[in-house]
């Protein structure tokens, strides 16, 4: 390296004489050591110190790449992906498996203990319900297991993708390598190889190193596993032992090392006032002037320009290719986050010599380990042979044009002499590089209907999509309004104590904004088409939002009456349900001029769920009992026909989710209408009472500046600490500067970046930031599953309770 660098002779001089004067000192040192060194056992006991917190360190930073493996791993499963079969999941995890050798197996595990896909086939569908871990995961995000009785797998790393003991989970269990630190210490610590390790768990078993060690003369250490905030401490104790001619080197006296250093300098300013004498020739002549006995021109100049422009492309080569690797590896990544979330497989074609130069993800959608990843030829062997001359057509044209070129191809099926209609299909589109376009890049993902599809369907498709669009854009923007008048209102009915006429009128205007939910919500769902089947919601609100409805539009002149009250359980019955079964009960009122519309409920217990009690044949349970009835019929004023069809819509769709359906009159007759419907309730929560709120420091993505200041404030009023954002790179560009955050809640329909795509990258970035994604019910895609939701429009109990599950280590300290 001196030949790239520009050096006086004055520093070379004192640098040598500094040099020559340290190796001296330091010999002295090194003979004084040998000679009077201290007791052999005390150097042995701090070499076993030092091992014994090292390794406690390193095991903490492995633990730690566990948990961001987890992560990513369930970025690359997709657990909510219906499109994504267990089978495929299988195969992910053993090739992830592959390129991850520390771990010996992987596994996917429902909400119940089910294992829906693992690496080992053998253990796909088995249950780990009954293992002990599973019971502290029911309340914990992350759970690291021993396993008693397995050497071959010391522990097990769980993760929980959402709200624990709900949710799916990752399970990777630890190869027997997983802990094999101590060589890599030894080698930074300079330790000698007689000093040995050994990691206990919990229950004193042994995960790492041996179990028993001739003690004698050694001596030992030991230090605990810490864990971290996120994890907490495992109970693990990392134990080393040294025997006693295992001593580090000890360090000098501190006042020698002063006296050393001052002779050192000594020595270097000699050097250099020496130095100084001898090259004053030198530069003379590099100056062109000549002395006495000195020639008058001098080639030193030149020399030194070809020298350093040499040195200078010599310098920069290992250089520029450590940034290529880095810059590589970090592209590779964030295309990988970007198949997971988008479902898009990644290519990159040499059109010339035909060859696949790099490819992100095979066909299974794993990350391939080679850049050469397979010939042209083998992936056009993926399609039909007659759609392959129109692939390689499509790829002509974009090499010859730019914009996008898309082609449909059809896929080759796995299995023999597959249906016509199940033909699966893929879209290509290729795009030429910027600059000579030598390169081709490719997205591919598949994608559905059959290819005899009529034009009436297709535009039937683009109509729905369209339609949809538009009533996303349009629920977005009402939500967003409903969401300024809760919060504003319920942060004014917190903060001031109101009188009871205005608090009145402040609930009043909290109850229409309620209302508004609930018709944008049904908006949604006749638009969508969606059925939520067996959900939990409030029964008493939606009916009131259900009768509300019926009343404008399809009662109109008929009393209704709600005796339903507002502190029922919540029933198992998506609210899309209940309000088809009301509406068509309403119909039946209607066509037969039934007087008044009268609806009650009442909550009945676990032991009033059987046979006995509703006659039903409903399994035991907790349930709320609801009563549908009319008055007798007008006088002089006779209904139309029969018309069964509304009461069978409303068997049926009982029946779908197990609920219970008695009609004693159906109001046809002499008798007025009544029903009874038996709805599934959830347990009753006890009452807790008001438990500390922890203070979180939380980042507000929002790009409506109005909705934007009102959550602000409904956070500040709750006693957190809120720093805003406009966008999703305003927020990034917050982060880079101080990524001290607890939380992040960002709305999902921004522009540019939409809150998902932020949330991918943040987490990427940094991991210890819980997300929260605010959407309206329904608009986040399954990939959002693995983050925190906020349902637009929300009320401030609402964000309470999400930021309070969004720490649950400052909760529990």
């Not at 898009?344 to 990843?373: K, L, Q």
Request: hydrophobic share 45%; proline share 6%; charged share 25%.
């Amino acid at each position: 390296m001196l030949d790239s660098v520009r050096i006086s002779l004055k520093v070379l001089n004192a640098a040598q004489l500094a040099l020559i004067a340290a190796g001296a000192l330091l010999l002295a040192w090194i003979g004084t050591a040998l000679l009077g060194a201290g007791p052999a056992a005390d150097g042995a006991q701090r070499a076993a110190q030092s091992g014994a917190r090292a390794f406690a360190e390193a095991v903490d930073t492995e633990l730690h790449g566990s948990v961001a493996d987890a992560r990513t791993l369930a970025l690359l499963l997709r657990p909510g992906d219906p499109a994504l079969t267990e089978a495929d999941r299988a195969a992910l995890l053993r090739d992830w498996l592959a390129l991850n050798p520390r771990y010996g197996d992987a596994a996917l595990i429902g909400a119940d203990g089910s294992v829906r896909a693992a690496a080992d086939p053998r253990r796909t569908g088995s249950s780990v319900a009954r293992q002990p871990w599973f019971a502290r995961a029911r309340n914990a995000e992350i759970v690291i297991a021993t396993n008693s009785g397995d050497e071959t797998a010391p522990f097990d790393v769980i993760l929980s993708l959402g709200m624990p003991g709900r949710s799916d989970r990752i399970q990777l269990r630890a190869a027997p390598a997983f802990l094999e630190i101590g060589p890599r210490l030894r080698g930074a610590l300079d330790l000698p190889e007689a000093v040995v390790f050994t990691v206990r768990g919990a229950d004193g078993r042994v995960l790492a190193g041996t179990a028993s060690t001739s003690w004698g003369e050694h001596r030992s250490a030991s230090v605990p596993v810490q864990g971290g905030r996120e994890l907490g401490s495992p109970g693990w104790v990392v134990t080393a032992s040294a025997p006693p001619g295992a001593a580090m080197a000890q360090r000098p006296d501190g006042r020698l090392l002063v006296l050393a250093l001052a002779v050192v300098g000594a020595a270097g300013a000699l050097g250099y006032a020496l130095g100084g004498r001898a090259a004053q020739p030198l530069q003379r002549l590099a100056a062109g002037e000549a002395g006495p006995d000195e020639a008058a021109a001098s080639p030193v100049r030149e020399f030194a320009a070809l020298s350093e422009a040499v040195a200078g492309r010599s310098q920069s080569r290992e250089a520029a290719l450590a940034l290529a690797g880095t810059g590589l590896d970090r592209i590779k990544g964030r295309l990988q986050t970007f198949e997971a979330m988008s479902g898009w497989t990644c290519w990159e074609i040499d059109p010339e010599t035909r060859r696949v130069v790099w490819s992100d993800a095979d066909s299974t959608g794993t990350a391939s380990s080679a850049d050469h990843a397979a010939d042209l030829s083998d992936l056009a062997a993926w399609f039909e042979p007659e759609d392959r001359p129109l692939l390689d057509l499509t790829l002509d044209a974009a090499r010859r044009a730019d914009g996008p070129h898309d082609v449909v191809l059809r896929a080759r099926a796995d299995g023999a002499d597959p249906a016509p209609e199940a033909e699966r299909r893929v879209l290509v589109r290729f795009l030429r590089e910027a600059g000579d376009g030598r390169r081709i890049h490719a997205l591919s993902r598949a994608i559905e209907g059959g290819v005899s599809e009529t034009p009436a369907g297709l535009n039937e498709r683009r109509r729905d999509a369209v339609l949809r669009r538009v009533t996303d854009g349009i629920v977005h923007d009402f939500n967003d309004v409903l969401t300024i008048v809760s919060a504003n209102l319920a942060t004014l009915r917190r903060r001031h104590g109101l009188a009871p006429e205005p608090a009145r009128l402040v609930d009043a205007a909290l109850a229409g904004a309620g209302r508004g939910a609930a018709m944008t919500r049904r908006m949604l769902s006749l638009v969508r088409g969606e059925d939520e089947g067996i959900a939990e919601c409030d029964l008493g609100a939606s009916v009131e939002a259900a009768l509300a409805f019926m009343e404008a539009n399809v009662l109109r002149d008929v009393p209704v009456i709600n005796r339903v009250p507002g502190d029922l359980p919540r029933v198992l019955c998506a609210e899309r349900i209940l309000e088809v079964v009301l509406l068509n009960l309403a119909f039946h009122f209607r066509d037969h001029r039934l007087r008044g519309f009268a609806v009650g409920a009442a909550a009945h217990g676990a032991e009033h769920g059987n046979e006995a009690e509703t006659g039903l044949g409903l399994p035991p349970g907790p349930y709320v009992r609801v009563l549908i009835a009319s008055g007798q019929h007008e006088p002089g004023r006779r209904g139309h026909a029969s018309r069964p069809e509304h009461l069978e819509t409303v068997a049926r769709l009982l029946g779908e989710i197990g609920a219970g359906w008695r009609l004693v009159s159906d109001g046809t007759g002499a008798d007025a209408f009544l029903a009874e419907i038996w709805l599934k309730a959830t347990a009753r929560r006890p009452e807790e009472p008001a438990l500390w709120q922890p203070a979180l420091r939380v980042l507000l993505v929002e790009s409506d500046s109005l909705v934007r200041a009102s959550v602000a404030e409904a956070l500040a009023d709750l006693g957190h600490e809120v720093v805003q954002a406009a966008s999703g790179e305003h927020a990034l560009a917050l982060l880079c500067e101080s990524a001290a955050y607890d939380a992040m809640v960002a709305d999902q329909s921004m522009p540019v970046m939409t809150g998902l795509q932020l949330a991918a990258t943040v987490v990427e970035r940094y991991p210890d930031i819980r997300i929260i994604l605010a959407s309206p019910h329904g608009h986040l895609p399954a990939a959002a599953r693995q983050f925190l939701q906020l349902d637009k429009p929300f009320r401030p109990d609402d964000l309470a309770a999400v930021l309070s599950a969004a720490a649950p280590q400052v909760r529990a300290a």
